[in-house]
């Protein structure tokens, strides 16, 4: 079991930055490959961005490409996602999953543990 805690969220005008952080607890987090989605009202959840176990492959949804790094810190045992130039539209409910496995995964079924989200909110 893998409990997940995201958390740097907030209400921010378009183009500053922010960094979330998924602080997670249970088995040994370098087994867990993680991710991170958002979800808008009215959406379905969408892949933002992804990290193997080992951080050696990252993978990023295009329209956060360039703008958005996820990374681990395994002392920590915890994944961020630092987002830059932040726009209106970025504006969701961001989770962080995890799940076993040697790659990294896109799709939200394919992730087994998901934290309560974060909101973050961008205004123009």
């Known amino acids: 079991q893998v409990q997940l805690v995201e958390s740097g969220g907030g209400l921010v005008q378009a183009g500053v930055s922010l960094r979330l952080s998924c602080a997670t607890s249970g088995r040994p987090f370098s087994s867990y490959a993680m991710g991170w989605f958002r979800q808008a009202p009215g959406k379905e959840r969408e892949f933002v961005a992804a990290?193997?176990?080992?951080?050696?492959?990252?993978y990023y949804a295009d329209s956060v490409k360039g703008r958005f790094t996820i990374s681990r810190d395994y002392a920590k045992n915890t994944v961020y996602l630092q987002m830059n130039s932040l726009k209106p539209e970025d504006t969701a409910v961001y989770y962080c999953?995890?799940?076993?496995?040697?790659?990294?995964?896109?799709?939200?079924?394919?992730?087994?543990?998901w934290g309560q989200g974060t909101q973050v909110t961008v205004s123009s």
């Open positions: 999953a995890a799940r076993s496995g040697l790659d990294f995964y896109i799709l939200p079924r394919e992730y087994t543990y």
């Open positions: 990290i193997t176990w080992n951080g050696g492959r990252r």
